[in-house]
């Protein structure tokens, strides 16, 4: 083997005699081989060498070899690099835990020379050639072949079935299939997409259901109306996943594969719910985020971050810029779904009433004026709108979901509709009656909301430019 070629392995086992084995077989082979005996010294040294690949023994003192995985996992810098446990353990259940944590290859000793050097050998090609996309024929014999090659393989990623009856998008995690996929037709077709194991992953399994826990059934308790989503995140499995499960929700899904293609869309569609991913190129969630926020039109909308990473720093950094929920991209399906149900309700109870003149009511700071009109308008909801805030009070009229007329104090029409939009609060109570006589607005709702968060936009970057820059220190 050239040295142009030659690959780094890391070795971490703690009994000398092993250890010193397995680094002359391995060198023997034509490898460059670092190795420690101390399993807490294994993710500095894993770091430091960026090794091709990490052997590491299951029992050892002190931190066995899956905190040594975790560690190693938990750390952007480390989790790209494969790790292949090394054992005496040979107990099948061992073998299943060790690839559901994410190792590539499970050998147990004792082992000889060629065992050994073939082993890291295949698994070093396999690595080399594994492009994530693994296609299938068509077919159940073709499905049914695919399935059994993600399974053994251990691999992690989307797996997606097309047919005339539909597609479903399955996630899979180190082989394991997150709920369980349709009878494959005849016309049925396979794709597995491998997420990057570096900085991605996909939702964990469903913890146990509980007495009385609905699950993601409360989903479909939400009005047609705000099942609407934007999905933004560059990696497009676990893109499709998502939007697959959302939509088998009922949601009408919009993906972006970055920040700045979110916001378009964003401001295009104007969905009810933002999932976003964090670490994105050019611009990445947290700026999505922070122009979603203060965009008028817009700035309500709720946004939930999903991300590989879920560490504090980057949580609490997300929230504070107005995320409504942070959440690790292993949260389990039924959760996500729990989460989504929870934050949406605020729109769809916004103080629901019963009886004559039945409505709703809310406030505006948790929702905003663009919010509920843009409600009303997608309801084609009739009726008048009584909006009040620090003494201010404005009446809407809809019929159908269109304007026939605005009243703020001594303005009416656009500008006193432009006027209540930029109330920051208060609160908003609509009856569904008859609006009485008129002609609906020559402009139509959509078109006003446009001109009145771009007027208000303008205003605020106007009054930022005018604040004088902050006095130096004393």
Known sequence: MSDERRHKLVVVEDDPSVRELVCRVLE???????????????????????????????????????????????????????????????????????????????????????????????????????????AGGQGPEEVERLVAEVQRDARTGVLQLRGESGETSLAVRGGEMIGSPPAAELDTRAEFLEVDPAREDVASHDPPRLPGDRGAAAIADLPAILKTALVVDDNEPFRRFLASLLGSQGFTVHEAGDGEQGLRLALEHRPWLILTDVSMPGVDGFELCRRVRSHSLIRH?????????????????????????????????????????????????????????????????????????????????????????????????????????????????????????????????????????GTPLSETLEELL?????????????????????????
Do not use: N
């Not at 050097?117 to 295949?122: G, T």
């Not at 999903?306 to 504070?320: C, I, N, P, T, V």
């Not at 205003?459 to 004088?468: E, T």
């Open 450 to 474: 446009l001109e009145g968060c771009r007027r208000l936009d303008e205003q605020r970057r106007v009054a930022s430019a005018d604040q004088p820059p902050p006095s130096g220190g004393s």
């Open 28 to 134: 023997s082979g034509g490898y460059t081989v670092v190795s420690t005996e101390e399993p807490a010294k294994a993710h500095d040294l894993v770091r430091s060498e960026s090794p091709d690949l990490v052997i590491c023994d299951i029992a050892m003192p002190g931190m066995d070899g899956y905190a040594v995985l975790r560690q190693l996992q938990s750390d952007p810098e480390t989790a790209r690099y494969p790790v292949v446990f090394l054992t005496a353990h040979r107990e099948f259940s061992e073998r299943v835990q060790a690839f559901r944590f994410g190792v590539v290859d499970y050998m147990t000793k004792p082992f000889t020379r060629e065992v050994l050097l073939k082993r890291v050998e295949k698994v070093l090609l396999g690595l080399d050639r594994r492009s994530g996309h693994a």
């Open 301 to 437: 909308t709720p946004l939930i971050f999903l991300s590989g990473w879920d560490e504090y720093k980057d949580r609490y950094h997300g929230l504070a810029l107005g995320a409504d929920e942070y959440l690790s991209k292993q949260t389990p399906v039924r959760e996500l779904l729990i989460r989504i149900q929870l934050i949406l309700k605020r729109y769809a109870d916004l103080g629901a009433r019963r009886g004559p003149g039945a409505g709703f009511e809310g406030e505006l700071d948790v929702v905003g004026a663009p919010g509920f009109l843009q409600m009303c308008h997608l309801a084609r909801l009739s009726g008048i709108c009584a909006v009040r805030s620090e003494g201010r009070f404005a009446e809407i009229r809809l019929r159908e979901g269109r304007l026939l007329g605005v009243k703020a104090g001594s303005l009416s029409g656009p500008e006193a509709l432009f006027e209540v939009l930029a109330w920051p609060r208060g609160h908003f109570q609509f009856v569904a009656a008859d609006p009485g006589e």
